[in-house]
């Protein structure tokens, strides 16, 4: 007859092995980095269209939901929608993009109007309020590529 303390010891090490591998894993994210200085205007950008036009844009990083909402309350925007780039599936779940296995990065759609925003402004908001470049396969609490 086998020893109970041979399962204690394999659940034990199971156990010590999975609290380990989260804590490399989680020494490995680097945390947000505090801007120095807002972010700049662009140096060099497209001038406002004379008459009202129709421009559209499509940006990706971090949860697109969060972006999307930011990007809503800008004067000039028409219509922000919440989608998928990329990846390796013709119409993916976002459970499915979750796991971090299909390639695809959360991207928004934005229709916005050319005389009241350039393209730098957007680029602008984009990098000073949703998107951190200085996190890798990271932006907040979302991971993956």
């Known amino acids: 007859m ?3 303390y041979i399962g ?3 659940a034990t090490v199971v156990i010590v092995g999975l609290v380990a591998w989260t804590a490399v894993r989680a020494l490995g994210t680097r945390s947000p980095e505090t801007p120095r200085a807002p972010f700049p205007a662009p140096a060099t950008d497209a001038p406002l ?3 009202k036009s ?3 844009d499509v940006l990706a990083g971090g949860c ?3 972006v999307q909402a930011v990007f809503e309350h800008l004067k000039g925007v028409a219509l922000v929608t919440s989608g998928y780039a990329g990846g ?3 119409s993916p779940s976002y459970e499915a993009v979750s796991t971090g296995v299909t390639g695809h990065a959360e991207s928004i759609s934005i229709i916005y109007d ?3 925003l350039t393209y730098g402004q957007l680029l602008m908001v984009f990098f000073s309020v949703a998107h951190d470049p200085t996190q890798w396969n990271r932006q ?3 991971t993956g590529s």
């Open 49 to 51: 269209a004379i008459a």
């Open 88 to 90: 390796y599936i013709k």
């Open 114 to 116: 050319g005389s009241q």
């Open 64 to 66: 697109f939901w969060g």
């Open 54 to 56: 129709q421009q559209t």
């Open 140 to 142: 907040g609490p979302d």
């Open 2 to 4: 086998q020893s109970p």
């Open 8 to 10: 204690r010891a394999i």
